[in-house]
């Protein structure tokens, strides 16, 4: 059975080097599905002044959808069936998911653990005790298949639901000590990858992945990290995108306790077991996902820009990242119609996209 | 020389026992004078429909002034002269301290410093450097000379300024091996008791030495303390005093940790080192103090009750603790009638004052 025209159409936008989540959620709401704005995009990069960006190849998606599937695991798209709902109200959620082992698990409270590599052994096995405290209260545990920390939690919750997120692809294993690991949290948990499968891990895989985690879960839980740690900055996501944020202390003689005391100075909530997680989280647990609008099947009002528009935020958009919102208020052009302009630019490679929803010119 | 009689009458009515900070703040108060409120008891307390309470003897207050001239320290009267503002803020502050040694210290920022009697190695060390820290910094390091995080306090910071408040008499120590460390912070520091000389330290003096601690400090910082110990409650009236509360984490797997820990998650600032101490202190060492009406030169507005009152009021009071507030509010009389109604059942025996402003009739 082929695979379904619109799951490649998606992919060769989501496989192309230029094309990111939030270009990605406008071409489709602009055009209504993946195919259109293939269509779409030569005429849009033209306007732009630039030539379209080269999109993935048909056969080069129909490869992965194949080695996904021998590989036991299946896709899911943002907007579409069993997508954590959770990780679909980020403004970057990754606009795919390959993942492999139990879907349910992406439907109850989860919790991210997370944590020091190099963690010690008494952090390492409260961290397992305190996964398995949550599991039995019917927490999920999130975390991302590395040394230390994460490893523990893991194992602590694998009898009672534990989602391992890793940076490469799915049938990658890293660091290779966690073979065994990842195999069981595949067969008896959730393993859910970003990148195709076949892709080794590299430096920049690891921050989408801390994205991934803290975009999924409930609230994030770190213990033992260093300060300026990759487990810090995915505490941070989880502060951005509103869930909890929540540290075990250590006393400040000990090194390795300094990234958490500062995050509780910071204003995460201290915990020592699993009856300060449910407590912490419990007003987050309960409440309705945030909708984003990710209904594709009709195209979003026409919003075709003229020259006119076209100059108007071309003279705006500088080397300094500035907000699309400031665009919209200095240029008093209507909305949907800078974003068509900063569209047809992007395409043409003429526009970067920042963090905080800014723009700049491409450098 | 003789001693100021104003001085032997204030102490005639502090040592009694039926007269706390209350009863004699209001009696000073309502008659401007310690002898006059000695004069007036007789009165009050018939009105009270009982017998006047049994004042301490004059010859008694003399040998205790006599006795607190010999070891060099001296009296310090609430509302008068050296009396540390801060401390003076209390509603129930001593009314009268005896201190021996740098009185200077009084008037400058100072922190408590408390924690458990059988603290760690690591705890104490840390204490003391941290009180090192604090005191290089010119705040002074208030404790109260017990074993463990309190002498390892006063030892931190001894070149730098340090108080020492003790439960028993000034000339008393306990425990018996801080023989030299009480001698060392009254020759170099400041110590500090409420009790007359030669007072065995009993166990009700030590939450009365943990308020004066928090009271004197613009802050009180824990280290290490167990649940339910005296160092909570030393945090717990520094909250109620509307001073910084401060807390050093621990792993939760350490249970010398948990106290403070749940500290922390109670509200207190974690802090790891003098920086973070002068950072939550730094908007309260400031602050102008709450001045309280501390001028009894001139008598209150006269208050006397009548028979009407006393009826009313007595109707109200039972076994269970009610605000002076509520009674004001049912009786409908005004709040110094009331008050002086309360002055005469307590000086009969036959009201018992609670903590919070709530009175009851005598158990």
Known sequence: MPPPADHVARLRLIRSDNIGPVTYFQLLARFGSAQAAIDAIPDL????????????????????????????????FLGQGLYPPLLAELETAPPALIVKGDLTLLDRTSVALVGARNASAAACRFARQLAQAMGAAGIVVVSG????????????????????????????VYPPENVERQR????????????????????????????IIAGLTHGTIVVEAAP????????????EFGREVM??????????????????????????NADDVIEAISPLSGRPFRQRELDYA??????????????????????????????????GLPPATVQTVL?????????????????????
Do not use: M, W
């Open 45 to 76: 990069a033209a306007r732009g002044g630039g030539r379209a960006p080269r999109l993935a190849a048909k056969a080069e998606i129909e490869r992965e959808i194949a080695e996904v599937a021998r590989l036991g695991a299946r896709h899911l």
């Open 145 to 172: 298949l590395a040394r230390g920390v994460d490893s523990a939690g893991h194992d602590g919750a694998l009898d009672t639901g534990t989602i391992g997120v890793i940076a490469g692809g799915i049938d990658v």
């Open 184 to 211: 069981a949290v595949a067969e008896r948990g959730l393993l859910v990858a970003e990148q195709p499968p076949g892709v080794e891990p590299r430096a920049r895989h690891f921050p989408y992945r801390n994205r």
């Open 228 to 239: 300026k740690s990759g487990s810090l900055i995915t505490a941070r996501h989880a502060a």
């Open 247 to 272: 540290a075990v202390p250590g006393s400040p003689l000990d090194p390795r306790a300094q990234g958490c005391n500062q995050l509780i100075r910071d204003g995460a909530t201290l915990v020592q």
């Open 298 to 331: 009709a195209p979003g009002p026409s919003a075709d820009a003229d020259e006119g528009a076209r100059r108007v935020v071309g003279d705006l958009l500088g080397p300094t990242p500035v907000p699309v919102d400031e665009l919209v208020r200095q240029s």
């Open 343 to 363: 569209l047809e630019l992007e395409l043409a490679g003429k526009l970067e996209r920042h963090a905080g929803g800014r723009v700049s010119v491409a450098s």
